[in-house]
């Protein structure tokens, strides 16, 4: 993850260089195995008085807007032959699209396990609370075992009166400091409601599980 742009995100590669008979190859292997060799016709080069392996490093791993760095290279017997740059240029190109190449053909996408279904779900029956609103829903949970089950409240197939719509922990009792556990609660009637427009909730307390149940009055 070589980049001065922290948003930049590139893979490591090797780049490795040997003569050949008829001029030089070049090998890209990256990180995962996956490799790309390319064989260059270059006749009758010049033996190099100096070495030339850092100047066909450069120019071998200036690898551009690829999605690629270069992470080690060897240029081997090659670093003592001079080559034009830009047939290292053009050797650098074939080989990442050789490369590139590889890596599509050598992908292999993760399939999708098929579901097991011999595990049982933790019960065997769902109220409209398991808001099972459509067939694949149904479906899922009678292959897991559930014998009954509810439609959930939207599909408009059940009378809702006297159905606890909502259980909350939060509490209006206690909000209002009138918990029936506690000192006061004579200030509000047994029986409350909730209005909004023309819906009317009643309001009911389970004390015992310190939960406030909501119900279509």
Known sequence: LQSNNSADRKLPIDIECWPTATGFAVKVTGDDGVYAIINMTSANNPKANTSQEET???ILGKLGDT???LRHFNAGHLAEIFIPASLLSQAKRRAIKAFEHAKKSGYRFEQRKTEDKSFPYMAD??????????K???T???DHGVKAIEDA???GKMDSSNTILMTTRYCLRRELNCCLK????EKLPAQLFLESGDIRFSVEFDCK???MLLKKA
């Open 182 to 185: 506690k000192e006061g609660k």
């Open 209 to 211: 599980h310190c939960q």
């Open 125 to 134: 029956s769902i109220t409209f609370t398991g808001n099972v609103s459509n």
């Open 153 to 155: 409240m939207e599909c």
């Open 140 to 142: 899922f949970y009678a």
């Open 136 to 138: 694949a829903a149904r």
């Open 67 to 69: 999605p690629f760095y």
């Open 56 to 58: 066909q490093k450069r």
